[in-house]
């Protein structure tokens, strides 16, 4: 299965966006980001590839705050 992760400024951004996506149904994990992706420390939501377009909507629905979602 192929991934995206969801990144966000912050650690809690990152727990209410999975809460978020759990809540809607989509496949959501925190994980670390991804070091050729940000060298800070700090955690991301792994979705499912397929979810991307979905995911961006609930988001942005719920009003929470995130970069981008990248394919890894």
């Given at each position: ?21 759990k809540d809607a149904g989509i496949t959501a994990k925190l994980i670390p980001v ?39």
């Amino acid at each position: 299965m192929e991934y995206a992760v969801v990144l966000m400024d912050s650690t809690s951004y990152a727990i209410k966006g999975e809460r978020v996506l759990k809540d809607a149904g989509i496949t959501a994990k925190l994980i670390p980001v991804p070091r050729h992706l940000s060298s800070d420390c700090g955690v991301t939501v792994r979705i499912p590839a397929d979810d991307i377009e979905i995911s961006e909507g609930i988001l942005k629905e719920r009003r929470v705050p995130f970069n981008e979602i990248v394919s890894i």
